[in-house]
């Protein structure tokens, strides 16, 4: 379960967070459940697109980047490196944190994870909630499959559908954003 990104994705990930970050990230970020006291755990961070905007978010609260790979953490903290706010985090399957997080939340990463390691993942994610906590994810629509997978999976680990909608985004068209509780 090893990634590294490319020099062209990073530069293709960026450009994408400069000229689309406001309809992309921020709406997503937007959603999300923050009053600003939070224990947030951002999985599968990338180089921060959606954690940029959570940050500002929570002025007494914290947030974790998490991710696979070491490039992405770095290209990350450079990201946000203006916030004191933020811990960053490679992850090496299958440990997480039990019950330290408020909201945990996942754009655009779950649907590259494959069956077999998300059986592993999503029972990970939920354990990492406190009581009440929530999951948020949004994922690509044309992914069907795959969010049948995401979400039978959530269920069996007694998260439960408190809210979901269909969005239409910028040059990646229609995502799936759904909001689990614990």
Known sequence: ???????????????????????????????????????????????GTVAYFVAKKLPQGHLTCLDISERWLNVCR?????????????????????ESFDVAYCHFVLHDISDSDLKGVIPALAKSLKPGGVL?????????????????????NRLFLKDSRITDIPLLGNALESVYIK
């Open 1 to 47: 379960m090893k990634y590294e990104p490319t020099g062209l994705e990073i530069f293709l990930t960026r450009f994408s967070f400069l000229f689309f970050g406001k309809f992309v990230y921020k709406t997503f970020a937007d959603r999300l459940p923050i009053d600003g006291g939070e224990r947030v755990l951002d999985f599968g961070c990338g180089m």
């Open 78 to 98: 450079k990201t946000l490196r203006s916030f004191g706010n933020i811990t960053f985090q490679q992850w090496a399957f299958p440990v997480l944190i039990d």
């Open 136 to 156: 948020v994810f949004r994922e690509p629509l044309k992914q069907t499959d795959k969010i049948s997978v995401i979400k039978r999976l959530i269920e069996g």
